[in-house]
């Protein structure tokens, strides 16, 4: 057996470079913390806001926007957003 190419091999995390999320809502009241969330992250983290879509678009069944962020923001962002996204709060 030959030796594979460096292309055939796993890659590492330390190639990813950039993630996203998209936070989804129900409702006025969900409505009102996912864009008060939005506002929180803008202000914080060097993230790409995407346009806030109130009716379902693509593959997404709820109204919605996503959240762009290299990957050096993930260890920062992705904990914010897994404790202000729960099924009473706006959710990924």
Not at 15 to 36: C, E, F, K, T, V
Not at 63 to 78: G, I, N
């Amino acid at each position: 057996m030959s030796n594979p190419t460096p292309e055939a091999l796993p890659r590492g995390a330390s190639s990813i470079r950039s993630y996203h999320a998209h936070i989804y809502w129900s409702g006025p009241q969900q409505r009102a913390l996912a864009l008060q969330l939005r506002e929180w992250i803008a202000q914080r983290f060097g993230v790409a806001l995407g346009r806030v879509h109130d009716q379902p678009v693509g593959p997404h069944t709820q109204p919605m926007y996503q959240v762009a962020f290299a990957s050096d923001v993930f260890a920062r962002l992705t904990p914010r957003l897994m404790l202000n996204t729960t099924p009473d709060r706006p959710s990924e």
